[in-house]
């Protein structure tokens, strides 16, 4: 998980939500505060997605990206129910192919190799200053994952299962994604969210 300062009031509502999800069960946790010092200059967080996905997959047989606009609300869930004989976890998006927001990959050669070519890409984009700006990751996954025959309605799941838009949300979904929106009205929608999901935890324990 990656969130920077001035995202701060509605980063660290999803990143206590991620962590009591991930310590429920046993997931490693990787969490960047600001961008590091280390990784490609010139990107905001979005972008680094690449880089940080190829630089965690040796560690884990699955790797996660999970965008800090997203929140885990029925935490009783196991992610393992979505992985079987696949070898990517993506979600289809209302209006794109497929959202980055919420993006897993399986440790193999041929998932480092497309990401390697995603991150040299976005390497070449000249204009990478916000989420937005020259069409966002997005643009650059859904070009480089279609080549490669990996975004194909067969690779991604539906967005009511994975990836929920927040309008779409119910009481038991799994991950929803409060995307699009101010971000004082996105913090404060995401500090209700957490609040429904200690509930929901609660009720079911």
């Not at 996905?53 to 047989?61: D, G, K, N, S």
């Not at 885990?72 to 196991?78: P, R």
């Not at 995603?118 to 070449?124: L, S």
């Not at 994975?162 to 009481?171: D, F, G, S």
Request: aromatic share 10%.
């Amino acid at each position: 998980m990656l969130y920077t300062p001035n995202i701060r009031a509605y980063g660290a509502i999803a990143e206590r939500n991620l962590r009591r999800y991930c310590a429920r069960h046993g997931y490693a946790l990787h969490l960047y505060r600001d961008v590091p010092q280390e990784s490609p200059h010139g990107a905001s967080g979005n972008w680094l997605k690449p880089w940080v996905l190829r630089r965690h997959m040796p560690q884990h047989e699955w790797v996660f990206w999970i965008d800090a606009d997203v929140l885990v609300i029925d935490q009783s869930m196991l992610l393992e129910r979505l992985l079987d004989n696949r070898d990517r976890l993506i979600a289809m998006d209302m209006s794109w192919q497929f959202n980055s927001g919420i993006m897993g990959f399986r440790r193999t050669q041929a998932n480092f190799d497309v990401l390697g070519e995603v991150e040299q890409i976005i390497g070449g984009v000249a204009d990478k200053s916000s989420t937005y700006a020259s069409g966002g990751d997005q643009d650059t996954f859904i070009k480089v994952l279609t080549r490669h025959g990996m975004a194909g309605d067969p690779e991604l799941v539906d967005c009511i299962t994975l990836n929920t838009p927040y309008q779409l949300q119910r009481a038991d979904s799994f991950m929803v994604h409060y995307m699009h929106m101010w971000p004082s009205l996105r913090a404060l929608a995401m500090h209700h969210g957490d609040l429904a999901s200690q509930m929901l935890t609660e009720r079911r324990a």
